[in-house]
C-alpha cells in the first residue's frame, strides 16, 4: 500500500522507515525535505540513498490537496479552495501583516455542529480531512506564495502564525488535529512555536481537556451568547457542554496553555447578542477565566436568519469590555473583494443539486481569523 508521507508527523515517519527496516534518522532527513525545503520529489532529496529513493518511489507519495482557486484581494489577502475529493473543496485564506502573515486552515469538509450562524454549518457534515490534507494546505500556501524550492521554510517564516478557523471543528476531528499540530511544532518540519499557532473551538469539552494534554497551543472558544438560554439557540452544542462546564474546561486548559489567557470569539448579531446588558453579563459570566475578546461582526449568507450589528454598537459593546479590564479586539474585514473578508467560512463544496451536473463553485465569504 502506498503512503501519503504528508500524512505522518515525526513518530509516524520513524514507525514507517522501521517497518521498511530503515534507521530512525531517516525520518528527520525526510521531514526536513519535505516540509523545511517544500520538496516532493525524491530524487531531489540528495543524502538519502539511491536505493532507498528507489524504494520510496514504490512505497510512498507525497500528495497534498490539489489548489482549485488561488485569488488575490487588493489588501493583499489570498484566498486558496483546495479539492479534497469527492466533489468536497475546503479554504485556508493567506493575511499578510506587517509584522507577521497568518495562514487559516480548515480541518474538516463542512461540519456536523450547526451554529445558526455559520454557513459551514449550514451545509452539513462531509468527512474529516486526513493529517495530509490539513498540512497539505500549509504545504502548498508555501509553494504559492513564491518559496523557492530547497528554502527553508524557516527562515524565510511568510507564514508566521496559523490559526485552524477555517471550516470545520478541529476538536471533532482531534486525533487528525493533533497530528498535524504536531508537525506545524516540530522543528524539522515548520518549528512554528506553541504561541503562534491557535486551535478556535465550538467548545467540546472532553477534547479540549484532550488537546491539553497531548498538544497544547493558543486557544480560541466560540462564546457567541452570554448566557445557556441564548447559546443553546446560536450555538447547539452548547445543550451537551454548557457554559459553566465550557468555562471549567477554558480554566484547565490555561493550566497548560502556552499562552495565559483565552480568546473568546463572539459574533456580534444585531439586536441578538449584542446589548449593553449583555456585554455587562458576559463580564459576569467570564470574571473567573484570563481572557482577552475578538468580537467578528457577522458576515451574512444567502439565506441567513441574521443582520450584523451596525458598527456603532460593537464599538459600544467593545467599550463596555475595555473599559472593564478586558482586552478587546474587533476583527477587521478583509479581502472584500474576493470574497474573503472576514466572517464566513466559506470552502464551499461544489453545488451538486444542479442539474446540469457541471460543478458550479459557490465562493462565499471566509472568516480571516486574525
Ligand atoms: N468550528 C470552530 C472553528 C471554525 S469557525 C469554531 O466554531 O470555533 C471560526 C469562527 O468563525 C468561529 O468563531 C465562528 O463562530 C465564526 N463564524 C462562523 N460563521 C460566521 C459568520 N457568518 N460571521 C462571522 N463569524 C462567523
Ligand atoms: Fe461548525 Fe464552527 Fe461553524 Fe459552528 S461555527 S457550525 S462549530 S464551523
Not at 477555517?166 to 482531534?174: C, I, K, Q, T, V
Not at 439557540?233 to 493550566?255: D, M, S, T, W
Request: glycine share 8%; with cysteine.
Amino acid at each position: 500500500m502506498t503512503v501519503n508521507l504528508l500524512d505522518l508527523d515525526s513518530a509516524g515517519l520513524t514507525a514507517f522507515f522501521a517497518e521498511h527496516g530503515e534507521k530512525a534518522f531517516r525520518a528527520t532527513q525526510v521531514l526536513r525535505w519535505l516540509h523545511r525545503c517544500g520538496q516532493n520529489d525524491f530524487d531531489a532529496m540528495t543524502d538519502i540513498a539511491k536505493s532507498l529513493r528507489g524504494k520510496l518511489k514504490d512505497i510512498a507519495v507525497v500528495a497534498p490537496p490539489a489548489v482549485i482557486s488561488d485569488r488575490v484581494a487588493d489588501d493583499g489577502t489570498r484566498k486558496f479552495l483546495f479539492d479534497v475529493g469527492g466533489g468536497n473543496a475546503v479554504e485556508s485564506v493567506f493575511i499578510p501583516e506587517v509584522e507577521r502573515g497568518t495562514l487559516c486552515i480548515s480541518t474538516q469538509a463542512g461540519c456536523a455542529l450547526d451554529c445558526s450562524f455559520c454557513s459551514t454549518g449550514k451545509q452539513g457534515f462531509n468527512r474529516n480531512l486526513t493529517v495530509a490534507e490539513i498540512v497539505g494546505q500549509l504545504w502548498q500556501v508555501r509553494q504559492a506564495l513564491g518559496a523557492d524550492p530547497g528554502q527553508d521554510a524557516q527562515d524565510e517564516r511568510v507564514i508566521s502564525n496559523v490559526v485552524l478557523m477555517g471550516m470545520g471543528e478541529p476538536l471533532a476531528n482531534l486525533e487528525h488535529t493533533v497530528t498535524a499540530l504536531r508537525v506545524l511544532l516540530d522543528d524539522n518540519a515548520y518549528g512554528l512555536s506553541r504561541r503562534r499557532v491557535t486551535v478556535s473551538t465550538s467548545g467540546l469539552v472532553p477534547a479540549m481537556d484532550r488537546l491539553r494534554d497531548e498538544c497544547p497551543v493558543a486557544l480560541a472558544v466560540s462564546l457567541h451568547a452570554p448566557n445557556d438560554r441564548l447559546r443553546d439557540e446560536l450555538v447547539p452544542i452548547n445543550r451537551k457542554y454548557p457554559l459553566r462546564e465550557l468555562l471549567g474546561a477554558c480554566q484547565r486548559y490555561l493550566e497548560k496553555a502556552p499562552r495565559d489567557f483565552v480568546t473568546f470569539e463572539y459574533v456580534m448579531l444585531d439586536g441578538v447578542n449584542d446589548t449593553d446588558a449583555q456585554a455587562r453579563e458576559l463580564l459576569a459570566l467570564t470574571r473567573g477565566v484570563p481572557c482577552k475578546f475578538n468580537l467578528i461582526p457577522f458576515n451574512p449568507f444567502p439565506g441567513s436568519a441574521y443582520r450584523r450589528s451596525p458598527a456603532a454598537r460593537i464599538r459600544r459593546f467593545a467599550e463596555i469590555l475595555i473599559e472593564a479590564g478586558v482586552v478587546t479586539t474587533t476583527r477587521k474585514t478583509r479581502g472584500d473583494d474576493i470574497d474573503a473578508a472576514c466572517g464566513q467560512l466559506a470552502g464551499r463544496v461544489f453545488d451538486r443539486t444542479r442539474r446540469t451536473g457541471q460543478q458550479i463553485l459557490r465562493l462565499d465569504r471566509v472568516d480571516l481569523c486574525t
